[in-house]
């Protein structure tokens, strides 16, 4: 996958005035304290929680309290829309070319989240407190928010609780808080990958035998429900019996379930003395080896012989593959941890963790940077996961890793859920 680092525009935009920081030398105002009145009408509102979720991330704006409820119109409506609503939907990344205007700050987000994936932070911090005096107040939220990672992430305490006071001053919003660092947990992952194959399955859906591509390779257990399972093709019938007999051979661990609306009717597909389906013979004889018994298989392998006048695949007296049993506490952490700097990763490991049931949660709290070819790798694991209908959350990436997420459009295959301050 390739990902378009700049977009294309139509005309040049205008130059905007960006406000440089104030010089270190310049004393801060003095701000009096108010009086006890005062400060009870005053009190900063609490930093809301994010979330990204298909794409947008909602936050609830300061409401105020002088202010009289009035009927919303249309207009209203669109201007209560988070920044994150209008410019999170869509992205010029990935070819999808959206103007967003000469005010939009999406463009400056995404270049800080490049940046920051590209491991140029030195010219990260600077950017983003030049970019704060371009969007004053709440309007540059998320700028504010990556920021604050940012300083946390270098250990910055100081910076930190210098940016935290001028943040209250700017937004009247409360601040995030300095988070101490936890040890992550140990990530046991799934004991038995799952998957179900359904309907009737033919050449075009060989995708869906990815799962035991992955657990072959990943020498993982994995379980394949079929009680949903109608039927397949002759093509789809041959690669399945290659899966199985290599696993088989191997010693991997891959158990159907529920085959019985399967083996009636690949009888059904199957008839002796005429030499067609041949791959269809081929997974009835495997099946049968792992779930029949010595004698049906025999007398299948009979029934090969005399219709393609070959020797038929010969009985192996090999023992059940048998999925290993865990119990899991009811308190238990479901998430599966991920931390450091992930560059250049194709998450090898994440296979049997994405087919491990209908809900998958990754956590990214302990993840400093994920790089640019990451992401996208990441894009490839995630995609097929969703198509098949099972949610994906990942769970607490700093506000520098999530925008680069959005950027690359993880964030239409998994909902992304930012900590909460």
Known sequence: MVFSFFKKKQEKMPEREVVRPKSAAVPAPVVKPPLPE?????????????????????????????????????????????????????????????????????????????????????VVRPLLESL???YPGTEGLR????????????????????????????????????RQAAPVPASKGPSVAVCTLQGVLTSDDERSLAPLVEALKSKLPLRVDCSKLIGCDDEIAGRLAELLMSARRQGAVIVLEQIEGIIP?????????????????????????????????????????????????????????????????????????????????????????????????????????????????????????KASGREIVIRSPNHLVAELMAVVGINKFARIIVPKS
Not at 84 to 102: K, P
Not at 312 to 337: F, G, I, Q, R
Not at 372 to 382: C, E, H
Request: proline share 7%; net charge negative; with cysteine.
């Open 38 to 122: 005062e400060a009870e009408q005053k009190r900063p509102e609490p930093l809301p929680d994010l979330e990204f979720t298909s794409g947008t991330q909602t936050a609830s704006p300061p409401k105020a309290a002088d202010k009289p409820a009035k009927p919303q119109t249309k207009e209203d409506i669109e201007l209560a829309m988070s920044e994150f609503d209008r410019e999170y939907t869509e992205s010029n990344v990935m070819a999808i070319d959206v103007d967003h205007g000469a005010d939009s700050i999406q463009s400056d987000i995404e270049q800080v989240a490049v940046l920051y994936a590209n491991g140029q932070d030195t």
């Open 132 to 134: 704060l005096g371009a």
């Open 143 to 178: 700028l504010w928010l990556m920021l604050f990672d940012f300083l946390q992430l270098n250990g910055d305490r100081e910076s930190f609780d210098k940016l935290a006071t001028e943040f209250v001053q700017t937004c009247e919003m409360s601040p995030p808080a300095w």
């Open 265 to 385: 009717h690949l009888r059904g597909r199957v008839a002796v003395g005429e030499a067609t389906n041949t791959r269809s013979w081929l997974l009835l004889l495997e099946l049968l080896q792992r779930y029949g018994s010595q004698e049906e298989f025999e007398m299948c392998a009979i029934d090969f012989a005399v219709t393609f006048e070959r020797s038929p695949p010969s009985w192996e007296a090999v023992p059940l593959p048998k999925l290993p049993t865990t119990k899991k506490a009811a308190n238990e952490d479901p998430a599966h941890y991920l931390s450091g700097e992930i560059k250049g990763s194709r998450f090898d490991d994440l296979a049997g963790v994405l087919n491990a049931g209908d809900h998958v949660v990754l956590d990214f709290s302990a993840v400093r940077r994920l790089d640019f070819v990451s992401a996208g790798q990441l894009v490839n694991r995630l995609a097929p996961v």
